[in-house]
């Protein structure tokens, strides 16, 4: 039996994972050049630019390892947990130095933040969030770059 599940972002209009490479989606103030992640649609949040047009691009695929942590206890609704029971994960903070942001995600399943060090450069993968009998929602996850390990998810 052939899998027939559509692979779409869990959430709409911040990330492209069927792009080829997969990439999170921002907007840039076009008078300021500041980027935005989450991207903003309403209006720039840049001082004095309020009135600035603003942009959909395609944010950075790699940056340094800014920070991190262990997401030891499960975290509340409405996160799902693709384990029972339920098994901690790494969160990095990556600074995407072109864009000049941090962004938080993920890290892969086969890292572990014993496997993290400050200023590791990373890069963004996609990945299962859940599933149900039509779907699979995808999210971003960071990973080594230089690896061919991926999520087992």
Known sequence: MSDTKTAVPAMEGWFAPDA???????TRCT???????????????VPGFSDSPLEE??????GTLWSYTNAGYQPPEPYIS????????????????EDQMVVLGQ????VAVEDLEGGT???LVADVLCEDDEHRYMVWKWKPTGTNESSDS
């Open 121 to 123: 450069e990373l890069e």
């Open 20 to 26: 080829d490479p997969p990439h999170l989606i921002g």
């Open 57 to 62: 691009v395609a944010l950075s695929r790699t």
């Open 107 to 110: 890290g892969v399943a086969v």
């Open 82 to 97: 693709l384990t029972d029971p339920f098994e901690p994960f790494a969160i990095a903070a990556v600074e995407l130095a």
């Open 31 to 45: 008078r300021s050049g500041t980027y935005f992640f989450p991207p903003e649609r309403t209006m720039s949040r």
